[in-house]
């Protein structure tokens, strides 16, 4: 197949035969939302969902993807920036991800080229790597790499709200917007637990416990594991791994930035033991 055909197909993920994730590679988005490819809906083996996308409370939130609210002051993320005097604020500087290619294209996964635009310049050339993995007979693994490049000729840097003057809001980079359900899904890691205890701290990995299902996600490299935990569990549900916490990530001319999240998706409610089995299940080589 020609690696540039039907680019607006969306792509079916299978483990064992079973859809468990479907992937949009250009959906047609109002520009406030950023608009950049996604996973939605991401499903349980048994098939629960647990992602959501463009939700009431936050309609920018997009599934399963890569977002950064600062790129050189840039809005990669949708909806509103924040300004260091101002607070959020609704400015005309949103970017988007465009799909370029698909060098592979498998039931189980694939990888993808982007541009990240703004206007008609490219900031951004990403290669993103996608791959769904069976664990168990109630529980798969979501391997999920992304390789940003600066194709400029200046230095580019990442922010985020936190590195902007808002403390407490390193959200930027993978970015996972789970479903909401009555309750707040339970948060712990393997040395703590309660989301004002994890968000914000590095860890291995991070879990979230809904009604019948548990996430548990995972710094798959030395780089990644370095990056804080954005953890949102009261207000919605939603984990992500922050680029800029404490100071902006920058990024030379030609120098690329790589991050690497396994998230293990499973039936049921996990408790620590059983996260840490199926997050070293699905990280070991």
């Known amino acids: 197949m020609n690696q540039n055909q039907m680019p607006n197909e969306s792509l079916v993920l299978r483990v064992a035969g079973r859809p468990v994730g479907r992937y949009t590679g250009r959906p047609e988005l109002p520009l406030r939302h950023a608009p950049r490819p996604y ?22 939130h997009l599934g399963v993807g890569v977002a950064i609210p600062d790129v050189e002051g840039h809005n990669f993320w949708g909806g509103r920036t924040y300004v ?16 370029t290619a698909y060098q592979l294209r498998d039931p189980d996964g694939f990888v993808e080229e982007l541009r990240w635009m703004v206007g008609g310049g490219e900031l951004l050339r990403e290669r ?7 664990l168990t007979s109630s529980a798969w693994a979501l391997d999920f ?3 940003l490049t600066n194709i400029t000729s200046a230095p580019l840097s990442i922010g985020s709200p936190a590195t902007n003057g808002r403390p407490g809001a390193a959200y930027g980079g ?5 479903r909401k359900e009555a309750g707040s899904p339970d948060v712990f890691t393997a040395a ?7 968000h914000g701290t590095r ?19 030395e780089q990644t594991r370095r990056d804080p935990w954005f953890v949102r569990a009261e207000e919605y549900p939603g984990v992500g791994s922050s680029l800029a916490s404490d100071e902006r990530l920058l990024i030379g001319p030609g120098e690329t930035a790589v991050r690497r999240i396994v998230t293990v998706v499973a ?6 033991g059983e996260a840490a089995v199926l997050v070293r299940k699905a990280v070991s080589p």
């Open 203 to 221: 860890a291995d990995w991070v879990a979230l416990a809904g009604a019948n299902w548990t996430l548990v996600f995972a710094g798959a490299t």
């Open 267 to 272: 039936d049921g409610r996990l408790d620590r």
């Open 128 to 134: 993103r790597t996608v791959a769904a993995t069976e």
């Open 39 to 60: 996973l939605h809906p991401v499903t349980t083996l048994a098939g629960t969902a647990v992602t959501e996308l463009s939700p009431a409370d936050h309609t920018h």
């Open 84 to 99: 260091g005097d101002q607070g959020p604020t609704e400015l005309d500087n949103h970017g988007a991800q465009r799909h």
């Open 174 to 178: 993978f970015f996972w917007r789970a």
């Open 192 to 198: 703590t637990e309660g989301e004002s205890a994890v």
């Open 145 to 147: 790499t992304f390789s």
